[in-house]
């Protein structure tokens, strides 16, 4: 069975080997993560208070789909595939905008911001159209951490279970996400990273820090234990908050004080960085001050779109306070990590990578999200022979 | 609403303000229902293309629609409406006949 073979260390070895290199490079093995993870799974995919007021909406791309997230006047924030219902067009043709209704401009259906087809041309003589059928077709909605999540899915898989479950496991119980109010924090700063790179290859980057010593310097001055190799991220799922250096003050650049520390962090976290993934799109990070929260969304088997958002108390914006440290701090470590993935790719397709490369010990929990990958595609993916 | 058992049909409309008119239910461009469209400061905007006609006079304001549509008399009893039907000829869009 090829998932077990990825299992099995090379005996008498302390490496475990990788996919092959065709697993970041072919386009068929990409249609069938965007149809088997993308379009099946939770993705995050913008904040909630994007949408501000009703009528508000914005075009997102999911796996193959292109979604409409509008906010309604009373319905709360809704999503649908941006298909006219009459002849497939297009229905909003910008990236946002604000509208009483959203109206194709192909024959002008018109949909209420709920998603039922509400006017036509001559629809008043066809009683028979049934205004919830010919409605737009909605997609599952969820809104958490100030987020709006969506499943392409027709059955989704439990929220609970996959994002809340895979999130407050990991952070345990006594170090719970849930005392950094990620909800109630405002984004101070958001950048948008347009990466050369396999998605899978920032997600293996992002799980282990046997490279941080190496290129990230900023921020192993801040964590000097990152030095070991060990990342926040460890074997089974656990997370490890990674202390800060004796004289680092916060999590800056240059390890000078932040803002204030979030009101209800556990004395544990209060010099701690934990890190997290959330399968297949999120990573999320917190420090004592502020919360980083990573969404991507694969283009191709070769480049991916990666928007980081900082996150503070809201006094903390509104106030103007200075952030500027602390969003370079993270900010570097992205740039130094995407430049790394964008070096790494081109070698995807090399001979010499034919049989995939090796993970060290400190690296070997990356298996568990290999094997993960390789169920979700149901087998037969491109592994060492 | 639209009150399509009189012919042609015409929409009655309960402003945010509290009043209720009647105007014709068609838009004078295109068959549309204006029982659907967008109320605002006693206007109803054609939920297809933007035309918006007065709930006051029926006179319109923008193009693609040209013409007005008409006004029809409302008197409220209690709890219920009744409308006094214009007589003047109904300004039908292509295609829309009594």
Known sequence: MIIDQLNEPVPGSSLLST?????????????????EIFEKMWNCVMREDSLATAGEWKTITIGREEIIVVRTRKSGIRAYYNVCRHRGMRV??????????????????????????????????????????????????????????????????????????????????????????????KCGE???????????????????????????????????????????????????????????????????????SLPAIAP????????????PQVFINTVPDHVIIHRMFPVSESRTIVVCDWLFQPQVIDEGMEIANSVELFHRVNQQDFEACEQTQP??????????????????????????????????????A | MRIDSVNPPIAVFLTDEGDVHAIDDTCTHQDASLAAGWVEDCRVECPLHESTFSLLTGEVDQPPAKRGVRVHEVELEGDDVLVELSDKA????????L
């Open chain 2, 90 to 97: 109904p300004q039908l869009p292509p295609g829309v006949t």
């Open chain 1, 190 to 260: 958001s950048k948008t990273y347009d990466v050369q790179a396999n998605w899978k290859l920032i997600i293996e980057n992002f799980m282990e820090c046997y490279h941080c010593a190496t290129i990230h310097p900023e921020l192993t001055e801040v964590i000097p234990e990152f030095a070991d190799g060990l990342a926040s991220q460890r074997k089974n799922g656990e997370v490890h908050g990674a202390s800060f250096g004796d004289d680092i003050q916060g999590f800056t650049v240059d390890g000078s004080s932040g803002v204030s």
């Open chain 1, 19 to 35: 996919p092959t290199g065709d697993a970041y490079t072919d386009p068929t093995i990409f249609e069938r993560e965007q149809a």
């Open chain 1, 268 to 279: 544990g976290q209060d010099r701690k960085y934990y890190a997290i993934t959330v399968k």
């Open chain 1, 92 to 185: 909003c043709t910008s990236g946002e905008g604000k509208n009483k209704t959203l109206q194709c401009g192909y024959h002008a259906w018109t949909y209420a911001l709920e998603g039922d087809l509400v006017a036509a041309p001559n629809l008043t003589s066809m009683p028979d159209v049934d205004r919830k059928e010919y409605g737009l077709k909605p997609v599952h909605v969820r809104t958490w951490l100030g987020y709006v999540w969506i499943s392409l899915a027709d059955d989704p898989p439990s929220f609970d279970e996959t994002v809340l479950g895979e999130v407050k496991t990991r952070f345990g119980d006594v170090e719970s996400i849930d005392n950094y109010g990620v909800e109630n924090l």
């Open chain 1, 347 to 384: 070698s995807m397709s090399s001979k010499a990578y034919d049989h995939g490369g090796a993970l060290v010990p400190s690296e070997h929990h990356i298996e568990e999200f290999h094997q993960w990958w390789a169920a979700r595609l149901g087998g037969n993916v491109p592994v060492p």
